[in-house]
């Protein structure tokens, strides 16, 4: 068998001309260059969308494209996040704040020219609300009288529902509150219009993952519609000539490219290749702050850090220790040296100035005040404080807020606390079974109200798995305060029950997010905002730099 | 290995090595100025390793918080970290952990490994068919789920790690042993140890395994820096070591994050892991030469 | 040498019965499930979703159910994607894992092989050290440290090539390939080395030499076969495993491979997507540790016997 060496030379021929060939390049057009030129947005998008049907996803990157493609009734201002005129141009509110009146835009259609009427958003929050389509954000939907009981299956007579066609162009809501912050839920996916025929076409109206969201099938109402979408590669959504406001949109198109690398991400930035990033790799702020300050954009997001505390936990069921904790904790060393993104130092648990609303609390740094309740409770200089657990999901960032506190507790209280990471799904799992001490936890506001930071604590929450419970906490939040007759006397109640919350520190509040992003200086119109929400119609580009 | 080849046999070693394979060995190996490089270090290393709590310049897990990372300085000849602790101490005791595991889940491996393929290798037929296909579902197996569900079910140990490790680690050396046993099994030295009435046992414990031993220990020098960088990975998910502990795959891990900004935070890990690499490759080579049964000829 | 062939290929199916069966329940013993996220589960979204996906059966009617599915070349649905299967999924990171596995291996048998071999000519000099000391850097510069440096130098601070993309931009292929393959090089070269070495000093090439054969006959006809065998014992894995993606390399260079599904099927939760890659991966070891089996046999004539013995 002489093949042998023939073989290897075969092999080494191959080798060196595949080397020449993929050698041979050239410096090509950047994506940004290219993009500035044809009106494209290169936008940095996190990970692969799980789906685009507005009422089944969940996350951020789905949202970004979403919002591409569909539109609710009503928009966001991109500067104060006050509600705008989308698809209803105009709207009215009864005296008792709960009957929601819409006229629609005559001109609104859908990508493939068909009409888009009152009936469109009936039929969709139907869809919305259907138990089998398992829509994990239906409960925006909640304040809408009998939303719930038709979701959770109580009532199966959709009439009952509060939405009603009054006529072609007018939709009336009816809701079971006064709900303050009702119009920036019409924002969120989950209350957007999906197009009936298209859906019907392709599968059952509460079917799963049918093929209605696919390129070329797609129909929305959107800015945009959906072009290519090719998996983990990238996502190009091209201008939608339907649109009502079509003449306003300056952008030909968005190319939503999935990164999950945020060092990537940066690399791909700095080459050009994207104009806009979805965050950076934290040790790349400072670098970028000194000498780039002009493409780092660095704003307050509505999100608090914090760390959950079981109650259940022996040693923490004493409030004294809870306290203790909390006040071992240099918050300001930790946003400064840790991490570096501009967060700010918690004092509450709902960010300050949410909508006009501020707790008024006292978490202050006094290890002094912590070593003496560490004592009052049986602790002094932390003898006989048993080894504490502090659990958090793998990641990086959470590993060094984790050391940080970890020694911070260590030097100011003499515990002994040790560190355990778990797989995210386990760590979920860990959690909600209660088999933790403390553990790491982020909560992002669904909507700008105190009441999405608030209610979460009432007993026996979903997303309570402190095992805290308080009477008159419950109280404020589930009867009085949505009974409030104004937005003072509410803001009032809130500010109450946060104070509840942060005497007792079920939950110890770390830090206030930050959005942080990159973007080149070609890119106008996006403004940070609390929500970290993009208006693509106001996003124009210039030819100019790059 | 070492007792194997001490106890050769008589008329074996008459018929195709030296008498006293190991002391020829050994004067062969002194002879080779590289490897007794190699053999050095790495037994600097493990002295500093061993010495690390009572010569290591500060506390591994003392921050300095606002000090933050800083480039190398007379006070830390290796820098600092983000968290202002010194590199130097975290290098020392990531080695520590980095040579345990490299060297303990390592010969884990090759224990098994070498046993596995030999036995299937000179079996042959069903018994080799079973037993490599064992290995292939083995393979086959995802090994994230595994990871998970070892942590949940017996909770973090260095123990587990060392398993876990282990348990892939093997399956490779055990192809490549079978492989070479398939080879030698037919040569002439061993149909003559068969002719001469030698039980199977004995053919593959004199004969089949030291004659294996060039690619196990290339592979072995191989395995022990993945195992390394391995660890910082089954670490990370949350298996091995927790911070503030460390090991040489974490420092590395983390300083590829920071490459551009803190340098040397990647650097001086970096270098311990090659510089350990290094040894051991011209280490294994020169312990493959000297314990090659057939240079003794030359 | 068909009957050994056709042999393991019957094998192939309890392999990948165990396999399958092994998998199925040790994914559904992890803790945590596909729709566990951040924000709580509406108790009867859950039960929704478990009933759409089949998860309120008992354990045993799901395993039979997916088999029987498994039968017909269905995987299934996947949990975390909605609106697609996985054989759909699995068809799409393919073609980009492939290629990129076949370049980096192509990269690490070249650069392997020959540094192997020109350090096994003169081992314990020059020749041997730099071929070989080059070969390692390969080991000492894991893909997750290779990769991003090979980036800042060639594509940020050089600005010769892409930095990202697969197929986008000419050229964009090189970095991706080099950093995959540069690890898998390093043990060729390692194990080629080895493995000439310990062929060199056996009887037959003395032979050969004490016949005055040139030395490149001895080398590439006689001494590469019986060099080559460990090195073939280690590309069977080491080809499936360059198959089918890697987490790392995919990641760095924004490549829509399959090696993202691997390891986010994993942490999702997605049932069906993990069983759907274990599936095809114990399908990819299978058949390349035959091969490289078929191969061993193949180039060296003592085993050859053996098989044919079939026995």
Redesign the interface.
Known sequence: ??L??PG?AK??I??VL?TLL???????ESNVEAGNRDKILHFGNGT?P??L?PH?V?GIPEHNIIHALLEGLVGKDPQTLEPIPAVAKSWQISEDGKTYTFQLRENARWSNGDPLAAEDFVWSWWRALQ??????Y??MLFPVVNAEAY???DITDFSQVGIKAIDKHTLQVTLNNPTPYFLQLLDHYSAFPVHRATIEKFGAADE????W??PGNYVGNGPFVLDTW????IITVRKNPHYWGADKVRLNGIDF?P???V??EE??F??G?LHITGTIPIDKIALYQEKHPQLLQVVPYLGTYYYRLNVRTPHLKDQRVRRALNLAIDRQSLVDNITKGGELPASSFTPPDTMGYTATSDLRFDPEEARRLMAEAGYPNGEGFPVTEVLYNTSEGHQKIAVAIQQMWNKHLNVNIRLNNQ????????V?MGQYSISRA?WIGDYVDPNTFLDMWVTDG??NQTGWSNARYDDIILRLAPAAPSQEARHELMREAEAILLTELPVIPLYIYTSKSLIQPSVHGVYGNLMDHIHYPAVWLDEGTE | MVAIITNTDEVLASAEQGTSLWSDAWVRLRR?H?ALAGLGILIFLAIVSLLTPWIAPYGYEAQNLALGATPPSWQHWFGTDIFGRDLLTRVMYGGRMSLMVGFVATGVALVIGVLWGTVAGYA??RVD?VM??LV??L????F???I??LM?VFGRSILLLFLAIGAVEW??MA??V???V??LR???FIEAAYSLGLSRWRIVRKHLIPNTL??V???T??TI??VM?LEAFLSFLGLGVQPPESSWGLL??NG?ET??EYPWL?IFP?LA??IT??SL?FLG?GL??AL?P??SK? | MLKFFF??LL?AI??LL??IT??FF??R?????PF???????P??LK??E??YRLDLPVWQQYTSYVGDLVTGDFG?SF?????SVNE?IM??LPASAELGL?AL??A??IG??AGIIASLR??TAQD?IP??TA?IG??M?S??LG??L??VF??WL????????GD???D??LP?ITMGAGYA??IA??S???M??VL???YIRTARAKGLPERVII??HA???GL??V???L??AF?GLLSGSFVVE????I??LG?F??QA????DYTM?MG??VF??FL??LF?LLSDVI?V???P??R??AQGG?
Request: proline fraction near 7%; charge should be positive.
């Open positions: 068998m002489g042998k060496q290897l092999l080494a191959v080798g595949f993929l050698s041979a390049c050239g410096g090509g692969e799980q789906e049907d089944i969940t138990p089998a389509l398992g829509n994990q239906a409960y979701a959770n299956g799963r993952g049918s093929r969201t696919r090719k998996l983990n590669k490219h990164i999950e690398n060092s990537t690399r791909m700095r080459a290749q797989d995210w799904k386990v760590f979920l799992s860990s909600n982020g979903g997303n | 080779n590289l042959g037929g068919a490599m296909r292939d579902i393979y086959a197996l995802p994230m789920i595994f998970i569900l949940v399956l490779t192809r490549i079978r492989g070479q398939q080879n037919r040569q002439e060039g690619p220990i290339v592979y020098t191989l820096p993945s960088l590395i891990n590829v490459m551009e990647l970096g892991l090659s690499l290094f490759n080579d493959r030469d090659d057939r240079t030359d | 042999t393991r094998q309890p392999v165990v396999v092994v998998t040790l994914v013993l992890a803790p945590g499930g566990d996220a951040e924000k709580a589960v509406p009867e979204v929704a979703l009933a759409n649905p975390r994607y909605p609106g697609r999924l799409a990171g370049y192509l990269v048998l070249v092989t020959l081992p314990n050290y070989m000391s390692m080991i000492c894991p997750f440290l991003p440096l980036v800042l594509g940020i600005d010769w090539l892409p930095i990202s993309g697969w931009m000419p050229g292929k090189i390939s390093a043990y390692r194990l080395r080895g493995g070495l310990e000093s056996q009887d590439f006809k590469l076969r019986g065998i460990p073939i014992a280690f069977g894995p499936a990641t760095i260079f924004q829509p491979g993202r691997f390891v994993a942490f999702n939760r993990i890659t274990t991966f114990a070891i299978v540790n061993a193949w180039i060296n003592r085993l016997h053996q026995h």
